[in-house]
């Protein structure tokens, strides 16, 4: 592949998948499932969460640059690729739709109540659709612009709202107790669904071997990112915990203020979120796109650069409420990161190794 990019790149590109699903509804998920001792549980599936992803780097290190798409072509042939393929476009395809739906809901309840969500979809719809027209490469260039900006935002959120967060809601410190917060409380894995595209990651890397710096240093960033967001909401707002209010990060913006002429800042915070949400659709949609082309070895992508955009807007406009969006995306989407990220995906490299161990014992035999 020609357009290769680079490591600091690669990291932007895993970071922005991991932020866009924090910008909508996932610090409000994580604490109705840990209370107050969410941050205790963040730094606790954190360290999980980093030692997973070194462990498929040792897997993943093994097959140079080749996905995992190729894997599982090696470990059960073209009908076991295609079924993986599959699977991870219905997940790249669905998880992104269900955000699109649920941020412009959101959008929708916030500024324009009045407009049908079909027209305010439609925009990010056409976002995605030229990203198509543009090359991989520059899509991710556009991305690590973005991405430091949309950082910097939250952590100046925190800091902006310093003086009106409550460290008394951070209390009790174990929440609902220790098997909450360190059992059932590992199920907040799920924000660190980012881990996904890792897989997909290899051949489009100018420098395959920095693999290992690429997963360690996006989710440890990713994880910091994570207590910035949950703490400001946690601290500022202990009602979101058992409300489904939308947009809590947002709604943080709204208490900055910097004297008489610097007030209503979350205009600003919103254009920097909308954007962020662009470049997790693009990566996405450019994902799928990818994965397909190596099912079906097209060798054009211009056939698909309206279909999958298209099909994303479907799927978005077929869940009739806000209740059921947020249901998919508490539930169904956090199963589908468990049982395919994590469970299906990492089984597959761990027979692979096995089974390419096996096979060069034979050769050496």
Known sequence: MTNKITTKEAIMLILSVFVSHTIVSMPQNLLANTKSATLINLIYVGILATLLVYFIYLLLKNFGSLDLIDISNYLGGNVFKNIVGGLFISYFILSSASLLREFCEALSITF????????????????????????????????????????????????????????DRMFPILGKGFVNTFITGIGNIVAFGGISYLYFLPP????????????????????????????????????????????????????????????????IFMLIWIL?????????????????????????????????????????????????????????????????????SIGILLLANLKKKKVGDLKNE
Request: aromatic share 18%.
């Open 204 to 267: 489009h890397l100018k420098e395959p071997q920095k693999m290992k710096k690429i997963c360690l240093t996006s989710v440890i960033i990713g994880l910091l990112y994570l207590i910035f967001s949950v703490s400001t909401i946690l601290l500022l707002f202990s009602f979101f915990i058992d409300t489904d209010k939308v947009l809590p990060l947002f709604s943080a913006a709204r208490y900055i203020e910097f004297g008489i002429f610097f007030q209503r800042l979350e205009a």
């Open 276 to 344: 962020e949400v662009c470049c997790y659709l693009t990566i996405a949609n450019q994902f799928s796109i990818n994965i397909f082309q190596k099912l079906t070895n097209l060798e054009f992508r211009k056939p698909l650069a309206y279909t999958f955009p298209f099909l994303i807007l479907g799927i978005s406009l077929i869940p009739k409420n806000f209740a059921i969006i947020r249901f998919l995306k508490s539930k169904v989407y956090s199963y589908s990161i468990i049982t395919i990220v994590f469970i299906l």
């Open 112 to 167: 324009f109540p009045m407009t049908n969500v079909f027209y305010i979809i439609l925009p990010f719809i056409f976002v995605m659709i030229l990203s198509n027209f543009i090359s991989f490469k520059s899509n991710v260039k556009t991305i690590s612009i973005i991405f430091p900006i949309v950082l910097i935002s939250i952590i100046f959120l925190f800091f902006a709202n310093f003086s009106h967060l409550c460290f």
